[in-house]
């Protein structure tokens, strides 16, 4: 036979065909079986309803021979529907290429092909992945739950709508009846091939030395030092070759089901051939399941031995499948633990030479490739038993919580592959065109025969390898090298491949060094995928479980999220309807992964926040009265006892006192902890699962912010019920010490932590959150207002202008709290600081809000009144007519206490914003300074015209939004009630200082909103209130004349629309010098008699 006619049968086209339509194949058994029959969601719907069961019976119990036209037995189907509901699921039995193969089959054995792996890799490798595929399919169609349902429900409405059953129902029909018992019809149609071919002497014989080397235990490993690079130093930088390139790195699985499922099917070679019997029991030995298709699996023993006990003479068969069983089961599971140790420590050495050295990745490409094989067996040998394996002795042998440190070295080495690919390339360039084309054009010279053809093509090989360049690539030409070993494998072929063994080795050694050139990442695809993880989730979960539980393994975590990368590769162009669903798993599993780590290592940075802010508290001024005490008291040489139940507190800095550094504390296993975590979060800075680019640090970004945000508010201590909560000076160191820890953090964990922190407390100044919780803004803002202003407004709290803050004045059982800790110059920069101006924005509103509450509610006194003030701001200067039209206003006190509380409301939002502007005087000096310069230009009459317009005006603008414009007259006569009601003072000793405030700031406010003269109407106020006062020193009752003097202190109004002038007019300083001393007389002989009693 000529090499012209080899090439007529194209059998190398048609395995690979005949493989790649075989896995879609597969793959739509799979979904069928799996999706569409198990899930009741994707069950079309007509199956699960109760009037089609009798239907389904039917077509069970005839199937094929199903009689549609007998109404009194055919099934009630309503034919679209069905026809619709079951042609997706159908049409996948009708893909099933079944006369092909068996026709190519033919076709090899009447060509008498040589089938050798070590010779004739591609050519081998297709021809048993064809049958193993074949196979698969068979078994699996068999898994199929009611398939004869399905099928003939098909074909019955096919035939109602059409007349005529559908063309493929005879074959699928014949097919599905004689596969009810799968391996024993394979055995017999497999017969006439294994007799015709060399399936079992040729094909899964070569297997043996190469299955054996591949099953070596991690002590033999050790002793020949696998993968070691620098166990023998002179010969690092030699090329790492082999007479069986691709064999080298051929997955251990892949040749178990090869030999399982080979010798099934060719079984009587077992009793024939010794050394087909040694490869058969050696191969039992190793698993106890292999892989049909993702994760339906064959169990190896209990298959073989049902179908060999069924035979006559192979009892000998099922003796050793039970021995090796046994063995399986008490040795491979330490055995394979061994080879994963083994791997872990060989790996990280092979990983870390190439990382410092990645030019040895030209000449050490085998290595890379063999490592990254043996650990993808390693990995899914453990995922295959673990997820299968539920009952057994030994559970610690499918278990191992070290697996994350080979996946992350798996991925190591991918990336380093990836990463330095042109170093690879430039260097198989070099090897394919100076030393290759060289080898192989001596060895075509040398040949004994070697025909026309066969030289003009290996000719061609020479003097393309000789004028290779990356642009141009080779695949063709290896793809042409694989053609040419199928056909110089058939055995009238003119030239044999192997009656020439060196011609057959170096063509393996020029197709590897081909593949380096440009299938680089397909090569990586079959030595290191792991897309098996995404149909073995549980196990998948389980790992990464088992891997945050080991603090060691911390920081190989990253590699699951990374793996789920692969799962892009399960995919099939045969169906695409599972892409979706394979995408969603993914991107679930992966988001999963992120989360968990981002969580987990956001708990540590916070832990290790509340330490610091522990050691940091230990700092604050109110901790240090103790230590000035015991130092005093020890210069006074005086012994302190301590207080019964009060601890014994050690100085800041003693915990870092170690007499022993073994000693581990709880800061060191947090920092430990963290840096694992930190590690693993910061290794990779992005990648790709199917089309999503994935950012582990954004992960740790939006949980860190969120957990910062709640950690922020738990510092605050707000107890509604008690109306606790901490000072707004310790909860600003907390926040410094936390702060100041997580942006130390920044060149470890990868996350942008400048803007975490910047978003964490920009939210904070904010009513809430962006999850909707509450933030310090509004809780700070509620417990002023509910509980110091509020108690102020009562009278437990007063303010102490001298001391610029309020003081709690000492009464039993009404505050736990003093008031002076959290409302001084301090406490108000610290509030500052912390809310920011849109906090104290929000502060100020709430406050506004309550002040016009209480404009509100001084309106309707006025609007009751105003007969008789309109009477008074007329008459005011007639004192026998005042002294009537006084006692017929009611409702006086109401109006004190009214004003009373807007001027406590109105003083403390002015201490706030001083405490905003020093904190902004602090932080941005260049801005306030002009403003501040600018505020010296502003006269009285451009305040009036800016300044006080409605518009800029907070208590202008609550005024304006509660509708105070409905009667114009209130503001016009609500200046004549303040004085007449001051007259009406029984003597207000608290907060009452506080009405100047809120008489100057209502006052322009409201002749503001209504276009008044402010100066001419605050002078008409010090004109009534001054007359006011002469009458009250007419009095002759002391009672009523027993707070003059203090009325007169509070009518020295402090305003920019006043001047000292206006001011003598009306309150002679000789007056307030006189107040002052009577008060201070008084004041005296209060306290004085206090001390006698």
């Known amino acids: 036979m000529s090499l012209t006619s080899a090439y007529q049968h194209k059998l ?100 008498q092909c040589h089938f050798d792996i070590n010779l004739n890799f591609d050519f081998t490798q297709s021809y048993l992945d064809l049958i193993v595929t074949y196979t698969s399919v068979i078994l699996l169609l068999s898994r199929i739950e009611d398939r004869r349902v399905l099928i003939g429900m098909y074909n019955c409405a096919h035939e109602m709508l059409h007349g005529h059953s559908d063309p493929s129902f005879a074959r699928l029909g014949q097919m599905v009846l004689e596969y009810d018992h799968p391996l024993k019809k394979l055995t017999e149609e497999f017969g006439p091939h294994t007799k015709a071919s060399s399936l079992g002497d040729e094909a899964l014989l070569s297997l043996h030395f190469l299955f054996v080397r591949r099953n070596q235990g991690a002590e033999q490993w050790r002793s020949a030092q696998l993968l070691s690079l620098i166990s023998t130093p002179p010969a690092m930088i030699n090329p790492a070759n082999s007479d069986t390139m691709a064999c080298e790195y051929l997955s251990v699985e892949v040749m178990e089901r090869w030999i399982i499922i080979g010798f099934l099917l060719c079984n009587g070679c077992l009793n024939s051939n010794s050394q087909c019997q040694k490869l058969w029991k050696l191969c039992l030995q190793g698993s106890l399941y292999i892989t049909l298709i993702r994760e339906d699996v064959l169990q190896v023993h209990k298959v073989t031995e049902d179908l060999f006990s069924s035979w006559k003479g192979y009892g000998k068969r099922v003796a050793d499948i039970k021995e090796s069983k046994e063995h399986v089961i008490a040795n491979s599971g330490q055995f394979h633990c061994q080879r994963r140790q083994f791997l872990r420590m060989a790996v990280k050495e092979l990983e870390t030479v190439l990382t410092d050295e990645p030019g040895l990745l030209g000449p050490k490409a085998l290595y890379v490739f063999m490592a990254l094989s043996f650990i993808r067996d390693e990995v899914t040998w453990l995922v295959r038993h673990t997820e299968n394996v539920t009952k057994t002795k030994t559970p610690e042998d499918y278990a191992d919580s070290s697996i994350a440190e080979l996946l992350f070295l798996l991925e190591e080495i991918r990336a380093l592959v990836r990463r330095h690919i042109k170093v690879i390339q430039q260097y198989h360039l070099q090897y394919l065109a100076r030393f290759d084309a060289l080898v192989l054009s001596d060895i075509i010279q040398n040949l004994s025969v070697c025909p026309e053809e066969e030289s003009i093509i290996m000719s061609s090989f020479v003097s393309t390898l000789s004028s290779l360049n990356l642009k141009q690539g080779n695949w063709r030409e290896w793809r042409r090298k694989g053609l040419l070993r199928a056909y110089t494998s058939v055995a009238k072929a003119p030239l044999h491949l192997h009656e020439n063994p060196d011609l057959a080795k170096v063509m393996n050694l020029i197709v590897f060094h081909s593949r380096m050139l440009d299938s680089v990442e397909k090569v990586l695809v079959e030595t290191s995928d792991l897309s098996t993880f995404c149909f073995h989730l549980r196990t998948f979960e389980k790992m990464f479980t088992m891997t945050l539980e080991e603090p060691t393994m911390l920081r190989y975590a990253i590699a699951f999220p990374l793996i789920c990368a692969h799962f892009v590769h399960c995919t099939h162009e045969m169906c695409p309807e599972e892409y979706p669903h394979l995408k969603n798993h993914s991107l679930h599993h992966c988001n999963s992964f992120l989360e968990e780590l981002a969580k987990q290592t956001s708990n540590c940075v916070l832990e290790i926040c509340a330490e610091q802010r522990n050691l940091s508290e230990q700092l604050l001024p109110k901790h240090c009265a103790t230590t000035i005490s015991k130092a005093k008291n020890k210069k006074m040489k005086q012994k302190q006892t301590p207080r019964k139940g009060e601890p014994e507190r050690d100085k800041p800095g003693a915990e870092s006192h170690r007499k022993n550094r073994s000693i581990v504390t709880n800061m060191d296993k947090l920092h430990l902890h963290l840096t694992e975590l930190a590690l693993t979060m910061n290794h990779v800075h992005s990648f790709s699962v199917f089309e999503h680019t994935i950012f582990p640090s954004e992960y740790l970004s939006s949980h860190l912010e969120a957990r910062l945000n709640r950690a922020i508010v738990w510092l605050a201590g707000y107890n509604a019920a008690t109306q606790e909560i901490a000072r707004p000076s310790e909860l600003l160191a907390g926040v410094k010490a936390y ?100 906090g104290m924005k929000f502060l100020s509103e709430n406050l506004m809000w309550h002040v016009t509450s209480q404009i509100v509610e001084l309106k309707k006194l006025v609007v009751e009144n105003m007969d008789v003030l309109v009477q008074i701001r007329s008459n005011f200067s007639k004192a026998d007519l005042m002294a009537s039209l006084l006692p017929q206003l009611t409702g006086a006190d109401n109006v004190l206490k009214r004003m009373t509380i807007i001027g406590v409301i109105l003083t403390f939002r002015a201490m706030a914003q001083e405490g905003l502007r020093e904190v902004f005087s602090s932080h941005c000096p260049f801005l306030m300074g002009p403003i501040e310069c600018l505020k010296e230009f502003v006269t009285a009459d451009t305040d009036i015209k800016v300044r006080d317009r409605v518009k800029y005006n907070p208590l202008g603008r609550s005024v304006s939004s509660r509708r105070t414009r409905g009667q114009p007259g209130a503001a016009h006569t609500s200046p004549s009630l303040l004085p007449a009601s001051v007259n009406h003072d029984p003597g207000y000793n608290n907060n009452i200082h506080c009405l100047t405030k809120a008489i100057i700031q209502v006052s322009a406010a409201l002749f503001t909103l209504y276009n008044k003269n402010i100066e001419t109407h605050l002078k008409e106020f010090l004109v009534v209130a001054s007359v006011s006062l002469l009458q009250l020193g007419q009095e002759t009752d002391k009672l009523k004349t027993r707070n003059r003097e203090s009325i007169s202190l509070l009518m020295r109004l402090e305003s920019s629309f006043l001047t000292l002038d206006m001011l003598e007019s009306c309150f002679p300083y000789v007056l307030l010098r006189n107040a002052y001393r009577e008060v201070s007389r008084a004041f005296y002989l209060n306290r004085v008699a206090a001390s006698t009693h």
């Open 739 to 838: 702060i100041s820890f997580i942006q130390s953090l920044a060149q470890f964990v990868g996350a942008d932590v400048s803007r975490v922190i910047r978003n964490a407390l920009l939210q904070q100044t904010q009513p809430l959150d962006s999850c909707g919780e509450q933030t310090i803004t509004t809780l700070y803002t509620n417990w002023y207002l509910e509980g110091l202003l509020r108690q102020a407004s009562s009278g437990t709290i007063t303010l102490a202008p001298a001391m610029q803050a309020f003081v709690s004045l000492p009464r039993e059982g009404e505050q736990n709290f003093s008031a002076e800790e959290f409302s001084d110059v301090s406490e108000m920069r610290a509030l500052a600081e912390l809310l920011g101006p849109y």
């Open 12 to 111: 190398a086209e048609k395995l690979t065909i005949l493989n790649d339509r075989g896995q879609g194949v597969l793959i739509r058994m799979y979904n069928i079986k799996k999706y569409v029959w198990r899930d009741p969601k994707s069950k079309p719907p007509f199956l699960l309803e109760k009037s089609m069961e009798s239907s389904l019976k039917y077509i069970n119990k005839k199937f094929p021979n199903i009689d549609v036209r007998n109404k009194s037995s055919s099934p009630k189907i309503l034919g679209v529907h069905v026809i619709f509901s079951l042609f997706f699921i159908h049409s996948h039995f009708q893909f099933f290429p079944q006369d092909h193969v068996y026709e190519l089959l033919n076709t090899i054995d009447a060509c």
